[in-house]
């Protein structure tokens, strides 16, 4: 079955970086778009960034564009996000999601929490 596990996450001040993971397993990895989501307290799931299969086609949110990097390795079937000049509102619990034949699969997430 579809499982995919985020790790990375913690908290860290305001300017710090964090790096996530989420190892994908249960698909072939390498034939889909990744994504990465982020939900705080109260508010909706935002797109945080998604990656094209070979690792090109990248596109970020605004609030994230310049400090957040999204990568892959299909080698290790493993999606990151490099999240560097962290503000205290990028404050989320932050998912990965692959969609298969229409249906969106998500992975437990990773709290993030960036104090000022």
């Known amino acids: 079955q579809v499982q995919l596990v985020e790790s990375g996450g913690g908290l860290v001040q305001s300017g710090g970086s964090l790096r996530l993971s989420c190892v994908a397993s249960g698909f072939i990895f390498s034939s889909y778009v990744m994504y990465w989501y982020r939900q705080a307290p109260g508010k909706e799931r935002e797109l945080v960034a998604t990656?094209?299969?070979?690792?090109?086609?990248?596109n970020y949110a605004d609030s994230t564009k310049g400090r957040f990097t999204i990568s892959r390795d299909n080698i290790k079937n493993t999606v990151y996000l490099q999240m560097n000049s962290l503000k205290p509102e990028d404050t989320a619990l932050y998912y990965c999601k692959v969609r298969i034949s229409r249906r969106d699969y998500w992975g437990q997430g990773t709290q993030v929490t960036v104090s000022s």
């Open positions: 990656i094209g299969i070979a690792g090109g086609g990248t």
